[in-house]
């Protein structure tokens, strides 16, 4: 008896970074939270993305298997040694060293197929045509920066490229790394999905732009000093915002304490610097706020001068 499973006509990127050691997957689909089917990834092991007539055990399955010690291309011909459905199943697996594996059935709905390259493997299925995955491989070699943006430039540039024939609907990033997550509690660094929206790649970017600005760590060299200008103008936003009760000549505990309130509220906490420093994104944050504020004041216009 076959089993029940969704059709994730899609297409996807796994990745490997060497020098972070991230694993990765991006994912667009005209399917509904594509995002929770597809993309599985373990820290230090490996990433998997099952779609077409998907099989989502081959997530964990797969995860499992690279963990005994099984190469790509052998977690491949196991998982489908014993599927009944092996000819609608599309997956591709990549480890902790970069080599990878993937398998599309021939039975997978036209456009469909897959392309290995340098750390990466893409795959789809019922794709306008071969030219997405091919774009999606030469893009990630070719782009610059973290894994996470090169995989999103390889999911937007295949799209662009034809992507899936049926339209657009739901997109994910998942990216795993030792202690890469929030506060360094997990090895979920980016699980970013669209479920369901006109321009999901769009929308995961900004989603991506957002998890930047709240999760990211500061970088030490681009760290502002709190004197000056700096220390003036993030005094006069707090007592706006009814944090701090005036403004004081120093950087002291009271305007220390009454930032990190802001930080906190804000949920900038993965920013906040015990020392005199301030980070310059949460810096830009409440400028802008600053300027929005002073920009919504109610103008009055005498009636006399409406009369012409």
Not at 78 to 91: G, S, V, Y
Request: glycine fraction near 8%; charge should be negative.
């Amino acid at each position: 008896m076959r089993q029940k499973s969704p059709f994730v006509s899609t297409f996807s990127i796994v990745a490997f970074d060497p020098d972070t050691n991230e694993l990765g997957i991006a994912v667009q689909s005209k399917f509904l939270g594509v995002g929770a089917v597809v993309p599985w990834a373990k820290a230090g092991v490996g990433a998997v993305a099952t779609q077409s007539f998907a099989n989502t055990r081959f997530g964990p399955d797969g995860l499992t298997l690279l963990e005994q010690g099984l190469s790509p291309q052998e977690v491949v011909e196991k998982l489908i040694e014993n599927d009944d459905a092996r000819d609608l199943r599309q997956f591709a697996i990549i480890d902790a060293s970069g080599n990878s594996a993937a398998y599309t059935g021939k039975d997978c709905y036209d456009w469909a197929g897959h392309r290995s390259g340098t750390y990466c493997s893409a795959q789809g299925n019922i794709l306008v045509s071969e030219k997405t995955v091919e774009t999606m491989v030469s893009v990630f070699e070719k782009t610059e920066g973290t894994l996470a943006k090169r995989l999103l430039e390889a999911l937007d540039q295949g799209q662009a490229a034809g992507g899936d024939s049926r339209g657009k609907q739901s997109a994910a990033l998942f990216i795993v790394q030792e202690e890469g997550g929030y506060g360094g509690y997990n090895d979920r660094k980016y699980d970013l999905r669209v479920d369901d929206h006109p321009d999901p790649i769009k929308e995961l970017k900004r989603l991506f732009e957002l998890h930047q600005l709240y999760f990211s760590r500061p970088n030490e060299v681009e760290l502002l000093d709190m004197e000056g200008d700096v220390l003036s103008e993030v005094q006069k936003f707090l007592v706006t915002e009814g944090i701090l009760d005036q403004v004081y000549g120093e950087y002291n505990e009271v305007v220390k304490d009454s930032l990190k309130t802001f930080y906190m509220q804000e949920n900038f906490e993965e920013r906040w610097c015990e020392d005199n420093k301030m980070d310059p994104y949460v810096n830009e944050f409440h400028n802008s706020l600053f300027k929005k504020a002073n920009t919504l004041r109610i103008i009055v216009i005498p009636l006399k001068n409406l009369i012409y």
